[in-house]
């Protein structure tokens, strides 16, 4: 049986790449941060698909507790065969007025954390002589966003981050891959005021929104042996949103 680590697993689109990686019959790895998160319904959803499932808490933007994180996932399932960087946070605001603090947090989450799962995931991938790697992006890290500048900073640098760790290890059988959604509809897009929605919908040439579905997909194909042979890309799943 083979293994899947998902950060920000308990819920949001983590959670719905947990229960598509536990279709495609890996064990799964629910990283969570915050005790309020429903990680135990998670890992119950997750165990009703006949695999094994667990909940480790880690702060992903701390290079210790993820050391921890991956010497514990390998101690109880033997090997970590699929890394998701899912975890990720916003903290928007115009340049002009944004708290250092914010711009630190983003980046630090968002992109350290990927530094510091890779790190720790990829000895063991190199022992076993396989792994897939897959980090969430954006498509702000490769169009831009005003008011993000932390955010699209964060998204980009896991794209460059992605393409030089797939140049360094994919003579080991490790495949290094990104994932950048769109406009992905969520309670918190569900939120936005009608114009608002409009517009973005018909800036969108397929002319809707994305779903969890549609990223789940695209990062179990990612996962799977009919990906083996792509490695250092990044697939924008957008609607067309930025070409």
Do not use: W
């Given at each position: 049986?083979?293994?899947?680590?998902?950060?920000?697993?308990?819920?949001?689109?983590?959670?719905e790449?947990?229960?598509r990686l536990a279709d495609e019959g890996y064990d799964i790895v629910v990283n969570y941060l915050f005790e309020e998160e429903d990680y135990a319904g998670t890992v119950a959803e997750i165990e009703k698909k006949g695999?094994?499932?667990?909940?480790?808490?880690?702060d992903v933007s701390q290079f210790s507790e993820v050391e921890a994180m991956m010497k514990q996932t390998v101690e109880t399932f033997g090997s970590i065969d699929v890394l998701v960087n899912n975890a990720g946070i916003t903290r928007d605001g115009l340049l002009a007025r944004m708290k250092?603090?914010?711009?630190?947090?983003?980046?630090?989450?968002?992109?350290?954390?990927?530094?510091?799962?890779?790190?720790?995931?990829?000895?063991?991938?190199?022992?076993?002589?396989?792994?897939?790697?897959?980090?969430?992006?954006?498509?702000v890290g490769?169009?831009?966003?005003?008011?993000?500048?932390?955010?699209?900073?964060?998204?980009?640098?896991?794209?460059?981050?992605?393409?030089?760790?797939?140049?360094?290890?994919?003579?080991?059988?490790?495949?290094?891959?990104?994932?950048?959604p769109g406009f992905v509809e969520?309670?918190?897009?569900?939120?936005?005021?009608?114009?608002?929605?409009?517009?973005?919908?018909?800036?969108?040439?397929?002319?809707?929104?994305?779903?969890?579905?549609d990223i789940a997909d695209a990062v179990a194909f990612l996962a799977s042996e009919q990906a083996s042979y792509i490695t250092g890309h990044v697939l924008s799943v957008n609607g067309g949103m930025y070409m």
């Open positions: 049986m083979s293994t899947a680590l998902i950060t920000g697993a308990s819920r949001g689109i983590g959670r790449l947990a229960l695999v094994k499932a667990i909940a480790i808490k880690a250092e603090e914010d711009f630190d947090a983003v980046i630090n989450v968002n992109l350290k954390s990927v530094f510091n799962c890779c790190r720790h995931a990829v000895p063991y991938m190199m022992k076993q002589k396989h792994g897939r790697i897959i980090s969430m992006a954006s498509v490769l169009s831009g966003q005003g008011g993000q500048t932390n955010y699209s900073a964060s998204k980009a640098g896991i794209i460059g981050f992605t393409k030089s760790l797939a140049k360094e290890i994919g003579s080991r059988n490790i495949t290094v891959n990104a994932v950048a969520t309670p918190m897009t569900d939120a936005m005021p009608a114009k608002a929605r409009e517009e973005v919908l018909g800036s969108i040439p397929l002319r809707r929104g994305g779903t969890v579905k």
